[in-house]
C-alpha cells in the first residue's frame, strides 16, 4: 500500500469523525497558533530595536562619554576641559579604521521662520554626524568642513521643522530664519524618516532636528566648548577593539593625561540584544511546544480509541493481504494527519490573528510582526508530535492479532 | 495434478494458563483445485482453527503446509499476509465491509494492499461486481444495502484479486433462509466456473449443497466424503 492512499484513508477516516477529530486537533491548532502570535509580538518588538540601533549608528559606534576622575588625579578636577571639538579633530587625524567623527554641541532653542515658531533642539555639528546618524538631505546640501572653518550661519533642518514653521508647498531652501533671534540661511532639508509601526513612527526623533556648524555654535550660543555628544564610527566590526585603544591614547594625550572620559561600544548592546532575543524566542517557542505536546498526547488518546474501535476493520485489513507494516503505516499517516491539519490551521488562524491584532494595535508600538520562522516551526512540529503520538497506537494497531481482531465485538 | 493446498499430520496448540489445548491434532487434507468443500462441526471442534491454517490466518504447531506445491508450514507473517492478499479470498459471516467506503472502494480495498500497482484491477473489480450481480449498487454505501447484498459484495471482493482459494466462514449465518440459498447458489455458480471454495459451517443442510463434506470433532477430521 503506497503512502498516499494510507494518506488518503486517513483523511477519510478523519472526515467521517469530523467532531471527534476536530477535537483532538484543537490543541494542536491552539499550540501553533500560539506560538505563531507569541513570536509575532516578540519579533515586533525586536525588528523595532535591532532598526533603532542600525538608524542610530548601528554596531559599529563608539561613544565617548565624560567620566569622574579616578581617585588618584581627583585634586586635577579644575583642570579637565572635558570632551572637546578638538579632541575629535586629533582622533579624526590619528587613529586608523575610522569611518566618521561626530562631535555636536547641542542646546535647546526655537526656530522661527513666517512668524512660526519651533521649539526642538538645535545641535552644532561636522559633517561625521550625519554618517554616524545615517542622515541624507532631500534637497541642498549638509553641512561642510568649509561651513566649519568659516563659522557660516547656515542651517539644515529635519522635515518636522520644516512642516512646522513653513507653510505647505513653499521653498525653504535659500530663505533666512531666526534661531534663538540669529539669522542663519536654510541650505539643506532632510530626508522625513518613517519607520511606521502601525501609526507610531519609531524614526520620528531624527526628523525634530535643526543642524548648524558645530564652530557656529560655540561662537554664538555657547560660553563653554564641552560637547554635548561625541560619537565615532568605526570601518568595520572586527576593528573596534583597536580603534577603542587608539581613541583611548589620543585622548589621554589632548586631555594631557587626564582620565576625565570613558569609551563605550555597542557590543555589550549587541550582546544582551541577541542574548535577551534568544531568551524571548525560545521561552515563546517553547510555550508553542508544551501546548504542542498536550495535543501531541490528545491525538495518542483519541487514534488509540480509534484502534480498538475499529479492531475488526483491522483485523478484515491484515485477512485480505494487509502486513503489519501496512497497519502501522496506516495508523501512523492517519495521526499525522489529523496533527498537520491542526497544525496548518493554527498557521492559518496565527497569520489572521497577527493581521488583526496589527490593525487593533495600530497606534501602539507593540504591534505584532508576521514571523515565517514561526509559522515554519509550528508546521513543522505539528508533523513531528503527530508522527510521534501515532507511533504508539499504530504499534498496537500492527500487532493485532488477525484472527482475534475479526473476532473482536 | 499437485494439490493447491497440503496438510500432513497438522497439529495446533494453544495455552490456556496451565492447559494445552489442542485444537488441531494430527490432520491430514488434500485440497484439489475446483474443491467444493464443506467443513462441518460443532464449536470447539477445531474446525475455526483448521480454517484460520487453510487461510494463512495462523501457522501449525507441527506438521507440513503445502501451498501450490510450495512448503509454507513455518513462514514469516509478511509472507503470510502475501499469500493471503494474493493467493486466499475471504468470506466471514458478519461480510466485513468498510461502512465509509462505496462498494467499488470495498471491493477494491485487497488490491490497496498489493506491493505492486496493478492497472487491471478496476476493471477486475468491475468484473467481480458483475459476477455476484451488484454492478448497478457500486457506488451505495453498505449500509443502504440488505444483509444478501452485502455479502454479495464481500464475495467479490473476495473475487478481486482472483484467489487460488476462497474461504467462507458461516457466510449464510447471518442471512434469512430464502437469501442464504441464493448466496449458496452463487458459491455453487462460482464452483461450476473452476474456483475452488471451503466453506466452514455447522449448518447440516448448508453443508449437504456441498460436493465434499468433511466432519471435524475433537481437533480430528473424522469424516470426509464426497458425492
Known sequence: MNLFISIWHGLRQIWTHKLRSLLSLLSVFLGVASLVVIVGFISGLFVKWERSIYESGGIEKITIEDDYLPKQQSHLKSLSNGRTFEDAQAIRKLCHHIEAVSPEIGL????????????????????????????????????????????????????????????????????????????????????????????????????????????TMEDRFRSSRKLTWFDIQVENIASIDQTVQEVSNVLIHTHRGLKDFRIETRVDDIALFNKTKAGFDSTGIAIGLVTLLIGGVGITN???????????????????????????????????????????????????????????????????????????????????????????????????????????? | MIPVLEMRQVKKYYRMGDETVHALDGVDLAVAEGDFIAIVGPSGSGKSTLMHLLGFLDQPTEGTLHFEGKEVSQISSNE???????????????????????????????????????????????????????????????????????????????????????????????????????????????????????????????????????????????????R
Open chain 1, 302 to 409: 483519541l487514534m488509540l480509541a480509534s484502534v480498538s474501535e475499529r479492531m475488526r476493520e483491522i483485523g478484515l485489513c491484515k485477512a485480505i493481504g494487509a502486513t503489519d507494516s501496512d497497519i502501522f503505516i496506516q495508523i501512523l499517516a492517519e495521526a499525522t494527519c489529523l496533527s498537520a491539519i491542526g497544525g496548518a490551521m493554527g498557521v492559518g488562524f496565527g497569520i489572521i490573528a497577527i493581521q488583526v491584532l496589527q490593525l487593533a494595535l495600530v497606534k501602539s508600538e507593540y504591534s505584532p510582526i508576521l514571523s515565517m520562522s514561526a509559522c515554519a516551526i509550528g508546521f513543522v512540529f505539528s508533523l513531528i508530535f503527530g508522527v510521534v503520538a501515532g507511533v504508539y497506537p499504530a504499534i498496537q494497531a500492527s500487532r493485532l492479532n488477525p484472527i482475534d481482531a475479526l473476532r473482536y465485538e
Open chain 1, 108 to 215: 535647546d532653542g526655537t526656530v522661527i521662520a513666517n512668524a512660526k515658531p519651533f521649539q526642538g533642539r538645535i545641535q552644532g555639528v561636522t559633517p561625521g554626524t550625519f554618517i554616524t546618524s545615517r542622515m541624507e538631505v532631500i534637497r541642498g546640501r549638509l553641512i561642510t568642513d568649509k561651513d566649519i572653518k568659516q563659522h557660516k550661519s547656515v542651517v539644515v533642518l529635519g522635515s518636522n521643522v520644516v512642516k512646522a514653521i513653513f507653510p505647505p508647498n513653499s521653498d525653504p531652501l535659500g530663505k533666512t530664519i531666526s534661531i534663538n533671534g540669529d539669522p542663519f540661511t536654510v541650505v539643506g532639508l532632510l530626508k522625513n524618516y518613517v519607520q511606521m509601526n502601525g501609526d507610531f513612527n519609531i524614526l520620528d526623533w531624527k526628523n525634530k532636528f535643526t543642524y548648524i556648524p558645530i564652530s
Open chain 2, 80 to 226: 503470510r499476509a502475501k499469500i493471503r492478499s494474493e493467493k486466499i479470498g475471504f468470506v466471514f459471516q458478519s461480510f466485513n465491509l468498510l461502512p465509509r467506503l462505496t462498494v467499488q472502494q470495498n471491493v477494491l480495498l485487497p488490491h490497496y494492499y498489493h506491493k505492486k500497482r496493478d492497472p487491471g484491477a478496476a476493471e477486475r473489480a468491475e468484473k467481480a461486481l458483475a459476477t455476484v450481480g451488484m454492478s448497478d449498487r457500486a457506488l451505495h454505501r453498505p449500509g443502504q444495502l440488505s444483509g444478501g447484498q452485502r455479502q454479495r459484495v464481500a464475495i467479490a471482493r473476495a473475487l478481486t484479486n482472483n484467489p487460488s482459494l476462497i474461504l467462507a466462514d458461516e457466510p449464510t449465518g447471518n442471512l434469512d433462509s430464502s437469501t442464504a440459498h441464493s448466496i449458496l447458489d452463487l458459491f455453487t455458480e462460482l464452483n461450476q466456473q473452476g474456483r475452488t471454495i471451503i466453506l466452514v459451517t455447522h449448518d447440516a443442510q448448508v453443508a449437504g449443497r456441498m460436493r465434499r463434506q468433511i466432519h471435524v470433532a475433537d481437533g480430528k477430521i473424522i469424516r470426509d466424503q464426497t
